[in-house]
């Protein structure tokens, strides 16, 4: 029996018999479905769960679920639960057909099976199932349909809605006062206005109906040009741009007027246009105009910013005082651009004042482009807008940042000036204290030659520590009363030089030093050894200031002080100038430290480190040169000392070198010192003047030079400061090797506590050294006798 064309689709099969499986596998395929297999209910539900066929052929008897179980699972799914099953069993039971059907099954085929029969019922039930989905996918499109069509409609109503109140603005609009309305034609005549533009112009309507207004008799003959150029622009695009022109009013008064329009429709001639009065406009824009020339005009700085602290406004007072030109910071964060980090908490009072009072004004500390900090007295408003609600603040800041310094100046030159007359009467009375006790030890010293040591010994402490009390009064002194000395011609740089020379020597190795002096350095008149005692004085602070090493700088060079830096500062003059400056990279100070550091007896040293007298005696002796001195100083960043000296015109002789010392005798010299440039200065020099000379970089070296030429070296020259081998042990061992050999010992700096533990030291060279003294010394130790066992007893003092 025929059984019509299968209907494509893909049939699962699930039985537990591989014949039964086979034979409707091939059935099936043979009648053109897709076939899956599955053996037992779990894996039918999986493969129906992956990919849902479009019919199940499922047995009722497996092992595990049975068909029955199978069904139900597949029904409570939903991804399963639509595709149609149909039972395979060898039981005619109607109970179980019952019992299937109520499950969900859309059909049974009885066991054995009739090919016709299964090829038939499949057939029809695949046909089902695809005409259930066909009407499906047809609903849905009818569905969308529908909602299109129901979306449209409404589109429609809110289209239709929005003309209506497109029209009703427009006729609001042209009924209102609020903008001149017209309509005209393309040859300027003009058919219909509202009222608001017969005001504008100053017309009746019964001018209007009367003809009488145009576009030509309206328009000043100068705005004719713009007149044809929104015609053109009419007919190429059929609207022209609003632009700015003028019209004549009745009265013959111009008026500015902003005018713009379009065609009312594709004849190209009727044309609808709008005009609004700028006469307001204008005076307030001149209004504006006049107030931003004087803000303009003005030399305080006046910003506006929002409440995000964003700069809206920026005058020309402004661009002067912070040197930020306007369109580099409008929209810039203001506190980003005029305060560091670390001074924002200063904001804090201000913010809260503004807030309470909506005023506020004080002094605030800024910075400008460069980094440079400058003081404002700064005034703050907050402004509203006309709901009453705060929209910005406006700030008006006076620069007073010289004024603030001069204040500074002036009362630290107060303070010094107290100072200076109390410690002067101090000094003066300390000085008629300690002249009878010095007087009165020096005499009884003298009244009783054969008193006991004791005695003679406390005598000696008396003067000794009255000595110091008049040296530390006469320091006082130099701070109260200036620096009293010879006056001479001086070449400040020779001073540099020397400084330099002996930084170099003594100063750790973990400061590098760096000195830059003008070429043609002008010349000062002063005292060259109090001037030296400036320098000194302030290379060693740097010194102390750099613990853990860093980099001194000193330079010196030629300035001008005009009348703007001596109006900046009190001490100054205006004339020609040496500038010193004496810069480190150590610890820096604080302000309130910078501000004290020229007290006597002020200082940030450790008790016993430092008398607090140095950097006051530093003063004393600048300000008696009719000099002056700045410091700068952050903490963290180094210190800057600049000593300003009035300059001279004046010319020097060229320093004479003493005359050199008697040649040697071709005596052996061992030299000893780690430096390669000191070693061949000295072998140059001394063979120069007739000496045998011998080099060793270090101790060893020198030891096995000794060996070797035992005998015949008369003195070791000996640096007290070298590696692996210092100088002391180097000197004794020399000793045992040759008791004869006379030392000569070599520093920059070495301590009391080691020279007292060297033995058979004959003399003593002090870093940096001049060859003549050098020669001077050595000629003195030859000249020793030698006495063997003789341990020299060294005055540290005369070192």
């Not at 066929?53 to 499922?58: N, Y």
């Not at 009222?195 to 003809?211: C, E, N, P, T, V």
């Not at 005082?321 to 560091?340: C, G």
Request: glycine residues 6%; hydrophobic residues 40%.
């Amino acid at each position: 029996m025929a059984t019509g064309t299968a209907e494509e689709g893909v049939i699962l099969i699930v039985d537990d018999t591989p014949t039964n499986l086979d034979v409707l596998l091939d059935l099936l395929e043979a009648a053109g479905f897709k076939v899956v297999v599955a053996e037992d209910g779990e894996r039918a539900i999986a493969l129906a769960e992956y990919a849902p066929p479009d019919l199940i052929l499922l047995d009722i008897l497996m092992p595990g679920i049975d068909g029955f179980e199978t069904c139900r699972r597949l029904k409570s799914k939903p991804a399963t639960q639509e595709i149609p099953i149909i039972f395979l069993t060898a039981v005619s039971d109607n109970d179980d057909k019952v019992k299937g059907l109520n499950l969900g099954a859309v059909d049974y085929i009885t066991k054995p099976l009739n090919h016709e029969e299964v090829l038939a019922r499949v057939n029809t039930h695949v046909r089902l199932q695809n005409l259930a989905k066909r009407l499906t996918e047809q609903n849905e499109r009818l569905e969308k349909e529908i909602q299109q069509r129901q979306q449209l409609e409404a589109e429609r109503e809110q289209a239709f809605k929005a003309l209506q109140r497109s029209e009703a603005r427009f006729r609001h609009l042209i009924e209102s006062n609020v903008i001149g309305v017209i309509f005209s034609m393309a040859d300027g005549r003009i058919t219909d206005a509202n009222d608001a533009f017969l005001q504008i112009i100053g017309y009746s309507r019964a001018d209007l109906q009367a003809g009488k207004i145009n576009w030509q008799t309206l328009t000043p003959p100068e705005y004719d040009y713009l007149n044809q150029a929104a015609i053109a622009e009419l007919a190429s695009s059929g609207a022209f741009s609003a632009f700015e022109k003028e019209y004549f009013r009745k009265d013959g008064h111009r008026i500015p007027v902003m005018i713009g329009g379009a065609l009312l429709d594709e004849s190209e001639e009727a044309i609808v246009s709008f005009v609004l009065d700028l006469t307001q406009y204008k005076q307030a824009e001149d209004k504006i105009r006049e107030q931003a020339a004087l803000l303009n005009i003005t030399t305080d700085a006046i910003l506006v910013r929002d409440l995000n602290n964003k700069i809206k406004y920026w005058n020309k007072g402004a661009e002067q005082v912070y040197e930020w030109k306007a369109e580099e910071v409008i929209n810039q964060d203001a506190n980003r651009l005029l305060y560091r980090l670390d001074s924002l908490d200063q904001l804090e009072t201000a913010q809260r004042g503004l807030m309470e009072c909506g005023t506020w004004q004080g002094e605030l500390h800024q910075v400008n482009k460069q980094g440079k900090e400058i003081i404002v007295a700064s005034r703050w408003t907050l402004m509203r807008d006309a709901q009453g609600q705060p929209k910005s603040v406006l700030t008006v800041n006076t620069d007073i940042t010289e004024k603030k310094q001069l204040e500074s100046q002036f009362l630290r030159t107060q303070r010094l000036e107290s100072l200076g007359t109390l410690a002067g009467g101090i000094a003066h009375d300390l000085n008629n204290i300690l002249t009878p006790i010095l007087s009165t030890a020096q005499l009884l010293q003298l009244k009783f030659p054969n008193a006991d040591e004791q005695s003679k010994h406390l005598l000696k402490i008396v003067e000794t520590n009255t000595k110091r009390g008049a040296a530390l009064v006469k320091q006082v002194l130099q701070f109260a009363r200036g620096v009293e000395g010879k006056r001479t011609i001086v070449q400040v740089k020779h001073l540099v030089h020397e400084i330099e020379q002996i930084a170099e020597k003594t100063f750790p190795k973990s400061i590098e030093l760096s000195t830059n002096v003008e070429p043609e350095l002008w010349l000062v008149s002063g005292d060259a050894t109090h001037l030296h005692q400036v320098l000194m004085n302030l290379v060693v602070n740097a010194r102390d200031a750099m613990p853990h090493g860093g980099t001194l700088t000193i330079s010196a060079k030629n300035l001008f002080i005009d009348e703007h830096y001596a109006r900046m500062n009190l001490d100054a003059s205006v004339g020609s100038y040496i500038g010193l400056s004496v810069k480190d990279t150590g610890t820096g100070m604080s302000t309130e430290i910078v501000d004290r550091i020229f007290e006597p007896f002020f200082t940030t040293k450790e008790i016993g480190k430092g008398t607090g007298l140095g950097l006051s005696t530093v003063r004393g002796i600048v300000k008696s040169h009719g000099g002056f001195i700045e410091v700068l100083s952050k903490v963290g960043e180094g210190t800057e000392f600049k000593v300003f000296l009035p300059a001279v015109e004046a010319s020097v002789s060229p320093r004479v070198e003493p005359a050199a010392s008697s040649n040697g005798n071709a005596e052996w010299i061992l030299v000893v010192d780690d430096e390669t440039a000191v070693l061949e200065t000295i072998k140059v020099s001394l063979e120069a003047y007739n000496y045998h000379v011998l080099t060793a970089n270090d101790g060893i070296e020198a030891i096995a030079l000794c060996a070797q030429y035992k005998h015949r070296i008369a003195v070791a020259l000996v640096d007290m400061m070298m590696p692996s081998m210092d100088g002391i042990t180097t000197i004794q061992t020399l000793l045992k090797i040759d008791p004869q050999i006379k030392a000569i010992a070599i520093s920059g700096f070495v301590s009391n506590g080691k020279l007292r533990e060297a033995s058979g030291i004959k003399g003593f060279v002090v870093k940096p050294y001049t060859i003549q003294e050098l020669l001077q010394t050595l000629q003195a130790v030859l000249e020793q006798p030698v006495q063997p066992g003789f341990q020299p007893n060294i005055n540290i003092n005369s070192l």
